[in-house]
């Protein structure tokens, strides 16, 4: 479907008919013939297709990096799109020097995605540039030749020469050779851009597809979203966001995983969210991954939804004027199949404020420790009241067709002490509960045997004063 999409590309001004859901990486190479922003996987897995988007955020211009294989065109209206053939300057930006002196590029197939990754990643840090920032910012990015070694040795190198300046911006970043000149006049350019696309884009016709994040939507059906119908949710930003009203958490169905993580009400909540987060997808995912997506996904191992179940979430779902709500755990019917309309949409996900401390534990067992999906996945929540289990729900995912609230299990703890045998004494109902089949993730055996072991992590987990490995393993 097409309509006026209006942009910046590195430094032109585009004004474009081409269709609002292709990939900005097929517009790039097929259209625009900037064939530097490489196609690799077309999975989101590579970071081959790395480029920078630049937004108006009040007065403020904002870049973050992204996947060009995953981002429909639609979304650049109004914003500044940078690739690889953007950063070229009369002589090689202090990155791309830093990877030329420390040998970190063969192939070079990887290197403009290790770039814009780089470069995005110092455009979004004002004061502290460190290794740590350079690991994060090129987790999203594959280089088969295995030049890590000398891509971490260039990024140390940047940091020694970087990292001690007190406040970056835009204006320093372009003095210091890292961004063009033409940067210091994309933000009055942009001011003067048309935002919207066209009226019929904007769901006044029926959408054969609804695009959030794109992370799913585009793996599964990138090929034929270029000619169909889109509605680009990403533009209503109502949407986004967190807010705690009286003594619930909603969480906009668009709220991306980046922006969940680092709510403070989240946090409260989940005090250890930011070590689980590392676990699901990369950085440059989670800036665009939606919670949202995650539910209406359904897959069986969605590490967000099987976290919401365990906080038994309600959905909002809404068609025109009219909202329902659907607790979660009455959403996932079956194989993909949801509790949803086809017109429905989830604008938001709420979740009760506990009375009470509580405490919840996340586990994730896939076959690398980063970028994986789960093989087996699970979420606890409870409370005690004394020294018994007053409150508990465990929810589990990759051991039946949907993200699975482990009700028996739960039920079973319900009213007593947190003891080896408690736990030992749950495994047969647990067994009992759960249907895994085998699939690329493991076997079904392999994941029965999984879920016995992350329900022994919960408790080790929470209560390792007195609950502890041995208990469970004669070996040990
Ligand atoms: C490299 C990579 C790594 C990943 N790693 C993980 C991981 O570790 N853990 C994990 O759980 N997932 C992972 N994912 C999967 C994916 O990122 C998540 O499922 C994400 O939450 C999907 O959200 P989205 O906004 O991108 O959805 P989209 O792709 O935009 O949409 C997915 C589906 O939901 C529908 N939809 C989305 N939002 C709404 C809404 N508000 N109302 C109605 N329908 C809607 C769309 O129509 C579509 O059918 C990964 C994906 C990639 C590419
Ligand atoms: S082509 Fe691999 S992440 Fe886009
Ligand atoms: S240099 Fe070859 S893939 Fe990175």
New binding site residues.
């Given amino acids: 479907m097409t309509g006026q999409i209006h942009f910046i590309l590195n430094d032109r001004t585009i004004c474009t008919s081409q269709p609002t859901g292709v990939t900005v990486l097929d517009y790039l190479r097929l259209s625009e013939r900037l064939t530097g922003t490489k196609e690799g996987?077309k999975?989101?897995?590579c970071g081959a297709c790395t480029v920078l988007v630049g937004e108006l955020q009040g007065e403020k211009l904002v870049y973050k990096t992204v996947?060009s294989c995953?981002l429909p065109l639609g979304e650049l209206s109004g914003k500044h799109l940078v690739t690889i053939e953007g950063l070229n300057q009369a002589k090689l930006s202090p990155i791309q020097q830093a990877l030329v002196d420390y040998g970190a590029t063969q192939c070079g197939f990887c290197t403009p995605g290790i770039v814009m990754s780089l470069t995005g990643y110092l455009l979004g840090e004002a004061t502290d540039i460190n290794e740590v920032g350079i690991k994060t910012a090129l987790d999203?990015n594959l280089c088969r030749c295995t030049g890590y070694g000398a891509i971490k040795r260039a990024g140390s190198a940047l940091v020694q020469s970087l990292g001690k300046e007190e406040v970056h911006n835009l204006e320093t970043w372009i003095d210091k050779g890292i961004i063009p000149e033409y940067f210091r006049h994309i933000r009055d350019r942009l001011q003067q851009l048309p935002q919207s696309i066209s009226a019929s884009e904007n769901g006044k016709v029926s959408p054969e597809?609804?695009?959030?994040?794109?992370?799913?939507?585009?793996?599964?059906?990138g090929d034929i979203l270029a000619n169909s119908k889109v509605?680009l949710?990403n533009r209503s930003p109502q949407?986004k966001g967190i807010k705690t009203e009286g003594n619930s958490i909603h969480i906009g169905?668009?709220t991306?995983?980046a922006d969940f993580a680092n709510h403070p009400a989240i946090i409260k909540l989940i005090p250890q969210i930011q070590t689980y987060i590392q676990?699901?997808?990369?950085h440059t995912?989670?800036q665009?991954?939606?919670?949202?997506?995650?539910?209406?996904?359904?897959?069986p191992?969605?590490?967000?939804?099987?976290m919401l179940l365990a906080f038994n979430a309600d959905l909002v779902?809404q068609e025109g004027d009219n909202a329902r709500k659907v607790p979660l755990r009455e959403f996932f019917q079956g194989y993909k199949k949801i509790e949803?309309q086809a017109d429905?949409?989830?604008?938001e996900i709420i979740i009760g404020i506990p009375a009470v401390a509580t405490q919840f534990n996340f586990e994730?067992i896939?076959k690398r420790q980063y970028?994986?999906?789960?093989a087996v996945?699970s979420a606890i929540f409870l409370n005690y009241d004394g020294d018994v289990i007053a409150r508990i729900s465990i929810a589990m995912?990759g051991v039946a067709p949907i993200p699975l609230f482990l009700k028996q299990t739960s039920n079973y703890f319900l009213g007593k002490r947190v003891t080896p045998e408690t736990i030992t004494g749950a495994f047969p109902i647990l067994q009992q509960e759960i249907s895994p089949i085998s699939d690329i993730h493991g076997s079904a055996n392999y994941k029965r045997l999984l879920a016995r072991q992350v329900l022994i992590a919960h408790f080790t987990e929470l209560f390792s004063e007195f609950i502890n490995l041995k208990d469970f393993y004669a070996t040990n």
């Fill in positions: 996987c999975e989101g897995g996947l995953l999203n597809f609804t695009i959030a994040g794109g992370t799913d939507l585009y793996v599964q059906q509605r949710l949407m169905a668009l991306t995983f676990r699901i997808a990369s995912i989670r665009r991954a939606t919670v949202g997506g995650n539910i209406i996904t359904a897959s191992i969605g590490d967000v939804s099987v779902l949803k429905e949409i989830l604008t994730k896939s970028l994986d999906c789960s996945n995912g």
